[in-house]
Structure formats: structure tokens, C-alpha cells
């Protein structure tokens, strides 16, 4: 018996109470390997000696002081930290304590930085189907997840949106993929356009789109474009690295692969590594300096914002990645986590496509490989997929609506940065067996 509001009321879940490196163990005493980190946050595995004694140790120093009458120091080390690491491209950081916060910041961020500068007339946000920005109803509003908006469409805020870079579905026969990136982008103009001159605040993209597609990195040149746009009409350029960044995808912020910088990023999950909750919005000196010399208020907050102890968890998290060289780790074992699918899968009747970059891959399935054709849209393959995992003992996160919201399953994989080779095969081996099953138990 369970008094809580658990996310599926319908099902059982197993208790966990134990972590081992990549491993998960429950209370019978069962291992599950961590292909997901969850959902891409534990970058560290489950038992991180040094993060556990750093959040300790801040406890036994200060365990709390609201952010309207201090500052601390472990917080002021770690935006030191990441604004280092954004070679101060990004020159502030605005702390919160999860990914929908972190976006309804930079939401905030943008629309004020406009006011501030004498352009109240900008209400709009652009931004993409099939991605996701978090659950709080503005998160939701800019989200293009059609499953999780369904139930709240009446309630949520206006939005707009383009389409995604999804080169796999998307790309004509005779467009190259830099010719289909162009094309899709330039539908960010075509919109801003319609909107009106000077009504449009900022579009907003994950850098590389997570649950929403399974790891679907941009086309190249796509965000090059996106960012000439979004300078040719003053919009304001917001990219969330929620799932992405932190050194998921290899670097410590994705955007770095696409040679631009935006004007806000949303980073979160792998910052503090599950250690205790925490995320980010990192923004450039214009927007701060425009909110400062316009009377310096920053009409937003949260209880929580800058908790010491999830500040002393980041810290530690990020410190151990740079330490013990772990972005090396993600391109090296993301490399051959990649070769083993493709491997693996290579014949494969029901494996469409596998993408990705670093330790953040999608495997997408098909009923037919040839034509693309997606299982039937109320099988609940991701449903099985995730059950006979656990059953397997792989955590994975797949999903289903990869091609419009509906039609279409994934699965995303985001291991630990620790992950070693052996793991590599364990995970390719688990996964395998898994599509086989989930795939036979759907259509018996
Ligand atoms: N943005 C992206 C890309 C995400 O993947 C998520 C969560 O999965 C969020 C935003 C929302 O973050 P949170 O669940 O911490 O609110």
C-alpha cells in the first residue's frame, strides 16, 4: 500500500534502495544497468564518493539561506565555474531547482530584457514540434510534445512552432541534409515574419532534441542559420541543454558543435548529477546589463534558487568530470557505444535509424525498415519496451510519437559517464534482447 501520487497510477514500481556505479539495485536485491541515467541526469552513476561528502560536508557548514538576503560562496564557485567554461560568452547564472524552472527563467529572461529595452510590444516565442522544455504550463506552451500538451491544450499560452531538424523523416530524396537543415530553418524566418516586426521575443531549441525524437542532433549549418535569423530581427536565441548539456553530448555544452553561442541556455540533470536538484540559466552581460540599468529587479524567484547543497553537488559533479578527464570517457565510449548498435542492428528488420552524439543515442523503431513504416500507433511498444527492460534488468527511456506527436517509437539511451567497455556490451546485449521481446509481445 502507497500513499503516493505516483506518475502512473497503474503501475508497481520496484523500490530502489541501493547504487553502484552505473547499477541501480532494489529491495530484493535485483540490478538494473543504467543505459538512461533516468532521464540523462545521473552523469556520475549512483554513488559518487566525492559529491556525497561534498553535499555532507555543505550541511554540516550552512544547509540554507534564502537567496533574497545572501549569497554563498559554494554557489558563487560554481557560476564561476560554468560561466569559465562559456569562456564568458555567458557571463551570468541564474540558478533553480529543475528544467522547467531553469526554462521559465529564461522565458522571464527574454521577455524582461525586452521591456527593459524599450520593445514591450514582443509577446511572442517561437519554437519546434516534437521537443520538449519541461511541465510547468509556459514550459509546456513552447513544448511540442503532443502527448504530454494533449491534456492542458486549452490552458496553456499561445505558442508557435516550426518544425524539427529530423533529417531521417524530414529530408526530401533529392535535398542533401545541409540543403534539408537550410530549408527548415528557414522556417523560423518565414514565421517571424507572419508574427509582425518586432513581436517575436526569442526561439526557443534543444540543441540536441531528447525524449521528444531520441537524440536528434541538428543537420550541419541549421543552427548557424538559426542564429543569422534570430540577429537579422533582434530575436533573442534560447537553447535548451537541459538533457544535452553538461558534457552529454561530449562537450560540456553542445552548442559548442554548432559554432554559435546563444543568448540564454537552460542547463540542468547532469549539473548536480542527481545529487540533489538542481539547474541553470546562463545569460548574456546585454540582457543582464539591460535588466540592471533598468532598475536591476529581475521580477522572478524561487524559494529554492541557489540552494547551497544542490550548488555543493554541482560543484563537486562538475569538478569530478573535469578532474578525472570524464568528456574524454563520453566521446570514447559514445564512439563505441554507437559502432555497437550500428553493429548490432545492421541488419536489423525493425531498426530505422540510430543518431546521436557522445553518450546521448536514439534508436528509432520500425515495422518495416525499407519504407519507414512506424508500428501502429496504439501499440504501446514504448509501454513494453520499458517493462521488459526493467524485466531484463536495463533501465531505458523509450517513447512513442516520434514522427507528429502520434506515430512512431524510440529509444533513447544516455548511460553514465563512467560507463566502462564491459558495460558497453552488457547495455548492447540487454537492449537487444529487450526489442526482440517488446517487439514479439506487441504483435503476437
Ligand atoms: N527540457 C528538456 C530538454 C528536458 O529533457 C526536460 C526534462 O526531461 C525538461 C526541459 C524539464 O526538466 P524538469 O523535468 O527537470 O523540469
Given at each position: 500500500?502507497?500513499?503516493i ?9 520496484p ?71 562559456a ?12 528544467g ?37 504550463i ?13 491534456v ?15 533529417a531521417y ?12 537543415g ?48 534570430c ?10 541543454e ?15 558543435d554548432?559554432g ?8 540542468a540533470?547532469?549539473?548536480?548529477g ?41 560543484l ?5 568530470i ?22 548490432r542492428?545492421?541488419d ?29 500507433a ?44 564491459s ?22
Amino acid at each position: 500500500m502507497s500513499y503516493i501520487f505516483h506518475r502512473n497510477l497503474q503501475n508497481d514500481y520496484p523500490q530502489a534502495v541501493r547504487g553502484d556505479g552505473p547499477y541501480l539495485i532494489d529491495s530484493r536485491g535485483k540490478k538494473y544497468i543504467d543505459a538512461c541515467c533516468g532521464a540523462a541526469v545521473s552523469c556520475l552513476g549512483h554513488h559518487n564518493q566525492y559529491v556525497i561528502d561534498a553535499v555532507k560536508s555543505q550541511l554540516d557548514k550552512l544547509p540554507y539561506a534564502h537567496t533574497g538576503f545572501f549569497t554563498t560562496e559554494v554557489a558563487e564557485q560554481l557560476a564561476a565555474l560554468l560561466v569559465g567554461r562559456a569562456h564568458r560568452a555567458l557571463h551570468k547564472v541564474y540558478f533553480s531547482s529543475g528544467g522547467s524552472e531553469a526554462i521559465e527563467t529564461a522565458l522571464k529572461m527574454a521577455r524582461q530584457y525586452f521591456v527593459a529595452i524599450g520593445q514591450p510590444q514582443r509577446e511572442y516565442f517561437i519554437s519546434r514540434r516534437q521537443s520538449y522544455h519541461g511541465n510547468t504550463i509556459a514550459a509546456l506552451s513552447v513544448g511540442g510534445h503532443f502527448a504530454r500538451r494533449q491534456v492542458y491544450a486549452p490552458i496553456l499560452n499561445r505558442s508557435h512552432h516550426i518544425s524539427p531538424c529530423y533529417a531521417y523523416r524530414g529530408r526530401n530524396d533529392d535535398e542533401t541534409e545541409q540543403q534539408y537543415g537550410l530549408r527548415v530553418a528557414d522556417e523560423l524566418e518565414q514565421a517571424i515574419h507572419a508574427l509582425g516586426d518586432q513581436r517575436v521575443i526569442a526561439f526557443v531549441a534543444e540543441t540536441i532534441v531528447g525524449s521528444t525524437l531520441g537524440a536528434a542532433p541538428a543537420t550541419a549549418g541549421y543552427f548557424s542559420r538559426i542564429r543569422e535569423i534570430c540577429d537579422r530581427h533582434g530575436v533573442l536565441l534560447i537553447m535548451d541543454e537541459i538533457m544535452c548539456g553538461m558534457g552529454r553530448s561530449g562537450r560540456h555544452f553542445a552548442f559548442e558543435d554548432e559554432g554559435i553561442t546563444p543568448d540564454l541556455v537552460a542547463i540542468a540533470k547532469g549539473l548536480g548529477g542527481g545529487y540533489q536538484a538542481i539547474a541553470a540559466t546562463m545569460a548574456t552581460q546585454k540582457i543582464f546589463d539591460a535588466i540592471s540599468a533598468d532598475g536591476g529587479n529581475f521580477q522572478h524567484g524561487h524559494t529554492y534558487i541557489g540552494h547551497p547543497s544542490s550548488a555543493a553537488a554541482a560543484l563537486a559533479t562538475q569538478r569530478y568530470i573535469d578532474d578525472n578527464n570524464l568528456l574524454e570517457n563520453v566521446r570514447a565510449r559514445g564512439a563505441q557505444l554507437f559502432d555497437a548498435l550500428k553493429q548490432r542492428f545492421a541488419d536489423h528488420p525493425q531498426v530505422g535509424d540510430i543518431r546521436g552524439r557522445g553518450l546521448f543515442l536514439g534508436v528509432e523503431l520500425v515495422q518495416d525498415r525499407a519504407t519507414k513504416t512506424p508500428f501502429a500507433a496504439d501499440s504501446n511498444l514504448d509501454v513494453a519496451l520499458k517493462k521488459i527492460g526493467m524485466d531484463n534488468g536495463i533501465m531505458i527511456y523509450p517513447d512513442a510519437g516520434t514522427l507528429d506527436g502520434k506515430r512512431g517509437h524510440h529509444i533513447l539511451l544516455a548511460p553514465p559517464f563512467i560507463i566502462q567497455s564491459s558495460h558497453i556490451d552488457e547495455i548492447v546485449d540487454k537492449l537487444d534482447a529487450t526489442i526482440h521481446s517488446a517487439i514479439a509481445h506487441i504483435s503476437p
